[in-house]
Structure formats: structure tokens, C-alpha cells
């Protein structure tokens, strides 16, 4: 007998890349599978959760019952998840959302007129929607990911204060990038805990599982 930890409960997830035209054919995006993602999308709606998944490109099967929404930028991706937020218990910021978009995109492909000249990209900064949604007054309960590559306990610590959020999961991005099992560390006010390598849907259960104490 499995209970239904977040029966009722109303989640809303982003995972997977964000992307970032510079023209009609090229992009710049993150390495992001979305797999972390979809298996908390997966876990939250056994676990009885309503849920709605925002993601960028991914070549994953949308999990059983899920909503999901396809997004591709981070502009997109910040404009889906305020407009949906309203209804959230829980937000579970999974996406890889890149930090920058083109500024100066092109309408038509950028033609290479020489060996040697490059284009000239300028850029400006996205929105951060996690730390958006957490400063929300009576927002939904908000978990952050990190994957950091190195110094992840100061680093993922640090986020956690600086984006204000309850709960923020971090990973080592070497081992957890498009693998099939990672090592989660889950950084709260009290401090850290360490959970060992395991597959990422059953760590995206063990985490279901903590955050529904949490609420
Ligand atoms: O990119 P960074 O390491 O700051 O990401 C930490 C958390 O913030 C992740 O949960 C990510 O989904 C979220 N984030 C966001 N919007 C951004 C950048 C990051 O929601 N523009």
C-alpha cells in the first residue's frame, strides 16, 4: 500500500534545456536532458499530485497524466510558468534555463561572408523565474535545482540564500548530465544531507517524498 502523499496537491514543473535562437537555424542552449525532471514530473503524479510540466526540447515521452507544455526560450518558459503559477501548491524548478538570450537574434540565417569573420552576438540576461516565483506573496512551496561542476556544497548554499527558496538540490553536473542515476545533496535552513547515487526516478520519489513532509 503506497499513500498518496500529495493527493490533491497541484505541482508545477520546469525541466529540460532552454533555447536561444541567434537566427531561424542556430541556437545557443544548456546541456539538459530533462530526465531529472520528467522523473519528478512522474513521481509527484503517482504520488497523487495534478501535474503540469513545463519543458523545453527534450526527446522524452511525456510521463502518464501529465500536463504538459512545450516551451523553448526562457522568455517563453517565465511567460508559461507565471501564467500558471496562480493554481501551484508546489514549485519544483528542475529546468537548465539558460542565463542569457541573443539580444540581436536575427530574422534570416546569418550568412558566413568570409574564413574569417564571426558574428557579433550581444546579449541580455533572462529572467530567473525561480527566485520570481519564491519572492511571490503566498507563492507555492518552491524547490530549487543547482548542478554545480565544482565547490557544490558553497556554491549550491549560496543559491539556496540567494534565490530564497526552502529547499534547493544539488548534483555534481559531470556525473548527473544526461546519466540514468545521480547524487543528490539537499541544502534547507538546517544544512545538507547527502543521498547516495541512485536511478532518478526513484531519488525523484525520495524527494516527492521529502517534500511532501515539508508541507
Ligand atoms: O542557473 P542556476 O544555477 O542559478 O539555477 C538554479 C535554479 O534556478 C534552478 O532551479 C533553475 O531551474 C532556476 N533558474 C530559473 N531561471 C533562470 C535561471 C535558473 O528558474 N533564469
Request: hydrophobic letters at 45%; a neutral charge; proline letters at 6%.
Amino acid at each position: 500500500f503506497q499513500p498518496k502523499l500529495l493527493a490533491g496537491k497541484r505541482v508545477l514543473i520546469t525541466a529540460g534545456p532552454t533555447s536561444e535562437p541567434i537566427d531561424p537555424v542556430r541556437v545557443i542552449s544548456n546541456r539538459s536532458s530533462g530526465k531529472m525532471g520528467y522523473a519528478i514530473a512522474r513521481a509527484a503524479q503517482e504520488a497523487g499530485a495534478h501535474v503540469t510540466l513545463v519543458s523545453g526540447p527534450v526527446a522524452l515521452e511525456t510521463p502518464y497524466q501529465v500536463r504538459r507544455i512545450n516551451v523553448e526560450t526562457a522568455r517563453q518558459m517565465h511567460a508559461t510558468v507565471m501564467s500558471q503559477v496562480d493554481d501551484a501548491d508546489i514549485f519544483i524548478s528542475v529546468a537548465a534555463v539558460a542565463d542569457w538570450y541573443v539580444s540581436n537574434a536575427s530574422d534570416i540565417k546569418i550568412k558566413k561572408t568570409s574564413e574569417q569573420a564571426t558574428p557579433n552576438l550581444q546579449f541580455s540576461p533572462n529572467p530567473d523565474i525561480l527566485a520570481e516565483v519564491a519572492a511571490l506573496k503566498n507563492g507555492p512551496f518552491c524547490v530549487g535545482f543547482a548542478a554545480e561542476t565544482d565547490n557544490l556544497i558553497e556554491h549550491a548554499q549560496a543559491k539556496r540564500q540567494r534565490k530564497n527558496v526552502p529547499l534547493l538540490v544539488a548534483n555534481l553536473a559531470q556525473r548527473a548530465m544526461n546519466a540514468d542515476d545521480t547524487e543528490l545533496v539537499l541544502f534547507d535552513e538546517q544544512g545538507h544531507m547527502h543521498w547516495p547515487a541512485q536511478d532518478k526516478l526513484l531519488a525523484a520519489r525520495q524527494l516527492v517524498q521529502n517534500i511532501a513532509q515539508r508541507l
